[in-house]
């Protein structure tokens, strides 16, 4: 029977897959629905972030306190530095991820219209794209 630490991480390769298709799936296709939030998303990568963690972390001190060698060594430990890998792949896209997410709560917080915040943004609020276009004003002569 293979240990609790190997069992996890064939889960977490499974629950990989799941995480993937929704993440893929659920953007191209249900844009429009509930299930295309960008919590949600920032939810299940996280989520799998964690779960990578903590499985390569349980696998490498497992591996720690063993004296092995062989094949089966050799491939667990491999296993261990896979899980770190994929940790980080999952850590950067979150970190990625989550920037965007919080930016643009963070910018309709501070910048919203009838805010008292002392940081508003230096262009009017308006619906329009356009810029501005200031008032043509009299060629002033010089004196002489």
């Known amino acids: 029977m293979a240990p609790s630490q190997v069992n996890w991480l064939v889960f977490v390769s499974a629950w990989t897959l799941l995480a993937l298709i929704y993440l893929i799936v659920v953007p191209a296709r249900f844009s429009d629905t509930a299930a295309h939030h960008k919590f949600a998303i920032l939810g299940v990568e996280t989520l799998t972030m964690l779960f990578w963690f903590a499985g390569f972390v349980a696998l490498a001190v497992f591996l720690s306190n063993r004296v092995c060698f062989g094949h089966v060594c050799a491939a667990a430990k491999a296993a261990a530095v896979f899980g770190a890998f994929e940790w980080y792949v999952f850590d950067t896209n979150c970190s990625i991820q989550k920037s965007f997410s919080l930016a643009d709560d963070l910018v ?13 943004p230096p262009w009017p609020s308006s619906t329009s794209f356009e810029p501005a276009v200031a008032p043509a004003t009299e060629a002033r002569r010089i004196p002489t």
């Open 108 to 120: 309709c917080f501070l910048f919203a219209t009838g805010s008292s915040s002392p940081l508003r």
